[in-house]
Structure formats: structure tokens, C-alpha cells
T-cell receptor
């Protein structure tokens, strides 16, 4: 069965600094998707970034980028120039095709002014 | 509004009661998913509909949980004989048909917070 592990329950970063959130996963599949979702107190799950496993190039969305290491089954999220609005729960997630999404337990990110 | 909506936003009930949680997907979305998010945890899959039929209900924890989507649009998650352990946020997501290389983004609703006293 596929699993997603986030080993950092909480992290803090100074405003304008860079922070990296870690994630590892386990699967026997070769073709799948990996995601980072943001969940603010409003509970709305917001897609931050998506990575297709068949792509070697790391995905980037503005200040958000990932380090995808397929062989190591590692998928970290880097947030550059952290802003107060980045404070939220961040979930790493896995999905095979149109199947269900499997989420990690989350990392709570605090932004220090 | 163009997003996924869920009602009620919050529901408080007593142990043993029956509850229904409603999800209105984005218009035209054929796939609908239910997830449960317990306190301090990530969402966990419950059931997935493709059209009117349940394509995968492997995440339903027991026979007290049931979901329907009779017309392929709105879905209702039904919980019988509620227990305190059912307290959680219930999230719904929908995704459109088609898509590149088998991928269709899931769009999430704001969830229903269920509290069983």
C-alpha cells in the first residue's frame, strides 16, 4: 500500500527567509503524481504544486519549488521569500491516476514577523 | 459560486443520532470524492463516485457509513448511530472528466465539521 510520511509536525521560519518541508513516500508504481497542499484555518485545501513522476524536471510555481528524488522516494517543498500568508498546514500527497489522494499527516508552518 | 460547496458548515449531534452531510460539486464534474480529516491528521479517503456509481468505497470505516449520488451531481454522506470517534472534518472534492494523461485536479470544498457529543 502507498504511504506518505511527513516527519516535521511543525516548523518556523522568519519572514522573507527560505524554508524546506520534507516528505517521503512509498509506492511500487512507476507512474504517479505528487502534490503539496496548503490548508489554512478556513479548512479549504489549496493545491500549491504538482509533480508528475515521469518528469525529471522539478516543478516550480512562483516562490514554491520542489526537490523530487524518485529513486529515494523523496519530495520536499521549498518556499522562498516566506510571507505571513504562507502560514498554514502543508500536506504532502500522492495519487495514482484518477484514484484517491493519499495524504501525509501534515506540517504546521509558522511565519515569524 | 463556482466552487465545491458543503452543508452544513458545522454539525453538532449526540451519540447514537443519524446525520447527513451534503456536497455540491462544481457543475459538470463527474467524479466526486469524500475524505475524513481527524484532528491533527491528514485527510483520509472514504469513497469515490464516478457519475452515479461508487467506483471505490474501500475507505468507508464500517457499515454505519453510506454515501449516495443519485443523479450524478449532489452527494450525501450518511452516518448512522454516530459515535464520538466520528468527530472530524468531512471534506468533499470533485474533478472534471477528461484531462491530460489521465490527470484531473481534485477541487476541494471547505468541509463540514462534525462534532459528536
Amino acid at each position: 500500500a502507498q504511504t506518505v510520511t511527513q516527519s516535521q509536525p511543525e516548523m518556523s521560519v522568519q519572514e522573507a527567509e527560505t524554508v524546506t518541508l520534507s516528505c517521503t513516500y512509498d509506492t511500487s508504481e512507476s507512474d504517479y503524481y505528487l502534490f503539496w497542499y496548503k490548508q489554512p484555518p478556513s479548512r479549504q485545501m489549496i493545491l500549491v504544486i504538482r509533480q508528475e513522476a515521469y518528469k525529471q524536471q522539478n516543478a516550480t510555481e512562483n516562490r514554491f519549488s520542489v526537490n523530487f528524488q524518485k529513486a529515494a522516494k523523496s519530495f520536499s517543498l521549498k518556499i522562498s521569500d516566506s510571507q505571513l500568508g504562507d502560514a498554514a498546514m502543508y500536506f504532502c500527497a500522492y495519487r495514482k491516476g484518477d484514484d484517491k489522494i493519499i495524504f501525509g499527516k501534515g506540517t504546521r508552518l509558522h511565519i515569524l514577523p | 459560486g463556482a466552487g465545491v460547496s458543503q452543508t452544513p458548515s458545522n454539525k453538532v449531534t449526540e451519540k447514537g443520532k443519524y446525520v447527513e452531510l451534503r456536497c455540491d460539486p462544481i457543475s459538470g464534474h463527474t467524479a466526486l470524492y469524500w475524505y475524513r480529516q481527524s484532528l491533527g491528521q491528514g485527510p483520509e479517503f472514504l469513497i469515490y463516485f464516478q457519475g452515479t456509481g461508487a467506483a471505490d468505497d474501500s475507505g468507508l470505516p464500517n457499515d454505519r457509513f453510506f454515501a449516495v449520488r443519485p443523479e450524478g451531481s449532489v452527494s450525501t454522506l450518511k452516518i448512522q448511530r454516530t459515535e464520538r470517534g466520528d468527530s472530524a472534518v468531512y471534506l468533499c472534492a470533485s474533478s472534471p472528466p477528461g484531462g491530460l494523461a489521465g490527470y484531473n485536479e481534485q477541487f476541494f470544498g471547505p468541509g463540514t465539521r462534525l462534532t459528536v457529543l
